[in-house]
T-cell receptor, first 109, second 116 residues
Framework: AQRVTQPEKLLSVFKGAPVELKCNYS??????LFWYVQYSRQRLQLLLR??SRESIKGFTADLNKGETSFHLKKPFAQEEDSAMYYC???????????FGTGTRLTIIP | DAGVTQSPTHLIKTRGQQVTLRCSPK?????VSWYQQALGQGPQFIFQ???????QRGNFPDRFSGHQFPNYSSELNVNALLLGDSALYLC???????????????FGDGTRLSIL
């Protein structure tokens, strides 16, 4: 079974402070991990995926298979980072996405 | 490119009725997936259509059915509506086929369905 856990429903961080949004997963095969973001009044959109190993808007995420984690990090938070963040998982060759319950990130000016 | 478009944006139905939601994929995409998002939850996978066939299905009852048309657009049908079917229904499109496995999914704005 596929499962994604985001332990924090709400997270508040001061502008300029580091941000870490936690994501743990459970999957028996080779997982593919994603972070999706939803800004206010906008649709859900892909932020980054682990196989790309990109940094998008200053965010990075490393897949840790030993700890089954895919935490999202940014060294210096900006006000425009306030949004809802969802971690999601799919299996290789299996496009069904399993989402976590999401973390609402609020950046305090 | 308007991206994924869904209609209608809002819908109110009563218990026992039937509903049809529609989705047009992003230009160039041939695979459509449907998700249900209850309040305070992440999206839950309902099913996926590729080449006009249901390719994968999540843990949803047979009351939930779908269709994909030759132009890749898709419909989600829900019969015998229950109060618990009240949710945001999201459509996502991607480029399918084994060659394009696990391509990113692009989401629409969703249809908010309320059951009275």
């Amino acid at each position: 079974a596929q499962r994604v856990t985001q332990p924090e429903k709400l997270l508040s961080v001061f502008k300029g402070a580091p941000v870490e949004l936690k994501c743990n997963y459970s999957y028996s095969g080779s997982p593919e991990l994603f972070w999706y973001v939803q800004y206010s009044r906008q649709r859900l959109q892909l932020l980054l995926r682990h196989i790309s190993r990109e940094s998008i808007k200053g965010f990075t995420a490393d897949l840790n298979k030993g700890e089954t984690s895919f935490h999202l990090k940014k060294p210096f938070a900006q006000e425009e980072d306030s949004a809802m963040y969802y971690c999601a998982l799919s299996g290789f060759g299996n496009e069904k996405l399993t989402f976590g319950t999401g973390t609402r990130l609020t950046i305090i000016p | 490119d308007a991206g994924v478009t869904q209609s209608p944006t809002h819908l109110i139905k009563t218990r026992g009725q039937q509903v049809t939601l529609r989705c047009s994929p992003k230009s160039g995409h041939d695979t459509v997936s449907w998700y249900q998002q209850a309040l305070g939850q992440g999206p839950q996978f309902i099913f996926q259509y590729y080449e006009e066939e249901e390719r994968q299905r999540g843990n949803f009852p047979d009351r939930f059915s779908g269709h994909q048309f030759p132009n890749y657009s898709s419909e989600l049908n829900v019969n015998a509506l229950l109060l618990g079917d009240s949710a945001l229904y999201l459509c996502a499109s991607s480029l399918g086929g084994a060659r394009y496995s696990n391509q990113p999914q692009h989401f629409g704005d969703g249809t908010r369905l309320s059951i009275l």
